[in-house]
């Protein structure tokens, strides 16, 4: 049961566009979400987060935009650089003290051409 | 800064072998997370501890444990290896209540 979706495996764009990766979630007990990025061979990079409480959080050329009635969420990157191309995926946290662990969606690697 | 640091970064081990991986977290971090990642799939969280003391457990099998130490590094014990627990096994750490993990560069399991 994929309770983190991500249902775009590649996404190509070119440089200096603006690059959109989308996740949706089924959980409704999920109160904070995470974007990580993955090199190959390398762990998980966090990004940037956003609160259940909030719609939109940004972090330089990183947003988060969180719609919680559609269970959605996107992670725009503008302008996208070459060294943007890895693996991104989107995480979820039911919260609920310390120690919450996270439900990764199943990632989508971005290609940023020249 | 430091970062989450995982040893050893490969293992190479036979069918029915045992694999001991260490994790040390960011320095004043006091939780711990292990995932495991089958090829092409996501993350799947394994076991977390807090304070030292197991606070969740996911989808880790019997034949795994887990603790962590009073200096807050972690290990995962792995016993009767199997070919299907070839992945690559991530240690993340967070500090309190704090949201964002933060992962080691994790270490590549392979069993044969």
């Known amino acids: 049961d994929q309770q983190v979706k991500q249902n775009s495996p590649s996404l190509s764009v070119q440089e200096g566009r603006i690059s959109i990766l989308n996740c949706d979630y089924t959980n409704s007990m999920f109160d904070y979400f995470l974007w990580y990025k993955k090199y190959p061979a390398e762990g998980p990079t966090f990004l940037i987060s956003i609160s259940s409480i909030k719609d939109k959080n940004e972090d330089g050329r990183f947003t988060v935009f969180l719609n919680k009635s559609a269970k959605h969420l996107s992670l725009h990157i503008v302008p996208s650089q070459p060294g943007d191309s890895a693996v991104y995926f989107c995480a979820a946290s039911g919260g609920a003290g310390t120690a919450s662990k996270l439900t990764f969606g199943t990632g989508t690697r971005l290609q940023v051409t020249l | 800064a430091a970062g989450v640091i995982q040893s050893p970064r490969h293992l190479i081990k036979e069918k029915r072998e045992t694999a001991t991986l260490k994790c040390y977290p960011i320095?004043?971090?006091?939780?711990v997370y292990w995932y495991q990642q089958g090829p092409g799939q996501d993350p799947q969280f394994l076991i977390s501890f807090y304070e030292k003391m197991q606070s969740d457990k996911g989808s880790i099998p019997d034949r795994f444990s887990a603790q962590q130490f009073s200096d807050y590094h972690s290990e995962l014990n792995m016993s009767s290896l199997e070919l299907g627990d070839s992945a690559l096994y991530f240690c993340a750490s967070t500090r309190g209540t704090s949201y964002e993990q933060y992962f080691g560069p994790g270490t590549r399991l392979t069993v044969t």
């Open positions: 320095p004043r971090h006091d939780t």
